[in-house]
C-alpha cells in the first residue's frame, strides 16, 4: 500500500489478473458513514509493457522435466510526494513510472535479474 497525504490518495497492490491496482479517495470532510470515507478512484489496467507470465522449465537427472508457470505481479509500489507519479516494480524486474492522473506509463525502467548487468531506460 501507498499513501499520499497531499492529494489524500491511497494505493493498493492487485494480487494479479487485469487490474494493476486500486487508486482510493480519501475525505478530508467524511460523514459518519464509512463509503464517505473511502471511495474508489480508479482500477488501474494492467500495463502492457509487464509481461503476463513467464515459463521455466527444469530438467532433472531422471529426465523428467517440470514446467513451472509464475505469474507476474507488482511486487512494490510507491506514490511519489507530489501525487503525480506512481512508480511500480514487478516480479520480472521492470520499474514502470506512470502518470497518476491519466496513468499513462511516462518511463520504464528494465533490470535483468542478473543484479543489474543489463538496463534499459525507456522514456515514453
Not at 17 to 33: D, R, V
Request: glycine share 4%.
Amino acid at each position: 500500500m501507498a499513501y499520499n497525504s497531499r492529494r489524500n490518495l491511497l494505493g493498493a497492490i492487485c494480487a494479479g489478473g487485469k487490474t494493476a491496482y486500486h487508486l482510493f479517495c480519501i475525505s478530508t470532510n467524511p460523514s459518519k458513514t464509512v463509503d464517505s470515507v473511502l471511495r474508489l478512484c480508479r482500477k488501474s489496467e494492467w500495463f502492457p509493457q509487464y509481461r503476463a507470465t513467464s515459463s521455466n522449465s527444469h530438467s532433472f537427472a531422471l529426465s523428467v522435466t517440470i514446467a513451472i508457470s509464475i505469474e507476474n505481479v507488482i511486487t512494490s509500489f510507491d506514490i511519489d510526494h507530489a501525487g503525480e507519479l506512481i512508480a511500480s516494480i514487478d516480479t520480472s524486474g521492470k520499474c514502470l513510472i506512470s502518470d497518476v492522473n491519466t496513468n499513462n506509463c511516462k518511463v520504464l525502467l528494465d533490470l535483468d535479474s542478473s543484479f543489474g548487468q543489463r538496463t534499459s531506460f525507456i522514456k515514453t
